[in-house]
């Protein structure tokens, strides 16, 4: 009995202590007193809205391809006895240059025999017109009494007319033996580069063998492929305008290792169908002197960007390459150039107005690969271009600066030759 009366007594105790300690551990906690939150303003970079005409590039990629090719054959028949030097693949000709020389003594009998023969028929018209005169002075007042057909061959009027034919014909044929002996020189039509030769010296050629295929260097065209929604922004002649250079345009080639061989040129013209594929418009770029010779009319540059430190030598603009092209296109005017970054659901953006964010919903009119064309937007306003994990209306924002102007190629500098 004591000893449970002791057990007891000590429980009380210790639960007396730990109450003791509790109280001491709680009045030793400090004491928290209630601050204010202060809220934190988000820091973002803008750019100031510059409302104007803004110029917009319509771009393509396309093959460089002929503007005119021509397979030439030989008017007459003969032996090559001659061949010029030039007449090889990759050869360039002036216009009139010689091409091949065939033997001319088989045509130079010919023209003889045919210049003969119109000797021959000359002097058979003023026999006949003799006649004629004879025969008028012995039926002088008597073939009026004769029917029409019988007084012409009474009078010889017929005959006259025959030899007066024959003439005619002799003469045709010996204009054709004399221009067949010019044809025995072969020369080139206009200012070209053989791709393909096919002729040797020594070889009979006839009317139907082929001797070379020329394509003329004073412009080749390249093909491209637009947005039809895009040609509304570019000079068409025959479509949109009456000149015969439409909007110039830039054709690069990226030759790899660094070199870019850079044309530049003009839409010539829009083709009738839409590709079948992509079912977008084709248009026509011409580009003059092609391989640079300097001999050809050139077109205004679209841009003058800097040229190297070294000049580098001019190398041609090949057939068949694969280029892309840049048009220049109208300016779009009372427009403002925004970042896509900064664009939200496609069509709006955030302004900071009075240190707060406000959502403005925008016009965008023209698209590239790093910028829009937008209208909607006043002179001054300040877009947001930081990219906001959780942005919202109203939002504390401070401007840490603006922007750098845009640069609307957004293309690294390349050695353009």
């Known amino acids: 009995m004591k000893r449970a009366l002791a057990q007891g007594v000590l429980i009380v105790i210790v639960i007396a202590v730990a109450f003791v300690m509790m109280g001491v551990i709680r009045g030793m906690k400090p004491e928290v007193k209630a601050v204010a939150s202060e809220r934190r303003s988000v820091p973002v970079v803008v750019q100031r809205a510059q409302p104007g005409a803004h110029p917009v590039t319509v771009r393509g990629l396309g093959e460089v391809k002929p503007v005119h090719q021509l397979r030439v054959t030989s008017e007459v028949n003969g032996r090559v006895v001659e061949r010029s ?13 010689p091409l091949i020389r065939i033997d ?24 006949e017109r003799g006649r004629k005169s004879v025969a008028e002075y012995e039926w002088q007042g008597r073939s009026d009494a004769l029917a029409d057909h019988a007084r012409e061959f009474a009078l010889r009027d017929v005959h006259v ?13 010996f204009g054709r033996a004399r221009r067949d002996l010019g044809r025995t020189m072969v020369r080139a039509p206009f200012d070209a580069m ?7 010296l020594g070889q009979v050629v006839s009317t139907q063998t ?17 947005p039809v929604a895009q040609l509304v922004h570019l000079e068409i002649p025959g479509v949109n305008s009456t000149g015969q250079r439409g909007s110039p345009a830039r054709v690069i080639h990226d030759a790899g290792a660094g070199v870019v061989i850079e044309r530049e040129g003009y839409v010539e013209r829009l083709l009738g169908q ?34 190297a430190a070294v000049p580098a030598p001019r190398l041609p603009l090949l057939l068949g390459s694969s ?3 840049e048009l220049a296109g109208q300016p779009l005017v009372d427009t403002t150039e925004v970042p896509r970054v900064a664009l939200v659901d496609d069509d709006k953006v955030w302004l900071v107005v009075d240190g707060k964010l406000t959502l403005r919903a925008i016009e965008v009119v023209w698209r590239s690969a790093t910028t829009v064309l937008a209208r909607g937007l006043a ?19 401070t401007i840490e600066g603006d922007s750098p102007e845009l640069i609307a190629a957004n293309q690294p500098p390349a050695k353009k030759l």
Do not use: F, H
């Not at 053989?194 to 040797?200: I, K």
């Not at 306003?381 to 930081?386: G, I, L, P």
């Open 274 to 307: 839409v590709d079948a594929r992509g079912r977008m418009a084709r248009l026509l770029v011409a580009v003059p002197d092609p391989l640079g010779t300097g001999l050809y009319g050139q077109v205004p540059k679209v841009s003058d960007a800097p040229a």
């Open 85 to 97: 030097d030039g007449l090889a693949p990759g050869g360039l000709l002036r216009r009139g240059d």
């Open 210 to 226: 082929q001797l070379a295929t020329l394509v003329a260097i004073d412009r080749y065209w390249v093909e491209i492929a637009v």
């Open 161 to 173: 007319r025959s030899a007066q034919a024959n003439v005619e014909a002799a003469r045709e044929q």
């Open 323 to 325: 280029v892309r092209v």
């Open 194 to 200: 053989v791709t393909e030769a096919t002729v040797e």
């Open 379 to 397: 002179a001054g306003e300040a877009v947001v271009t930081t990219p906001l994990a959780t942005p919202t209306e109203g939002m504390q924002v």
């Open 104 to 127: 001319a003594r088989d045509v130079s009998a010919q023209v003889a025999s045919q210049r003969a023969a119109l000797e021959q028929a000359s002097v058979a018209l003023a026999d």
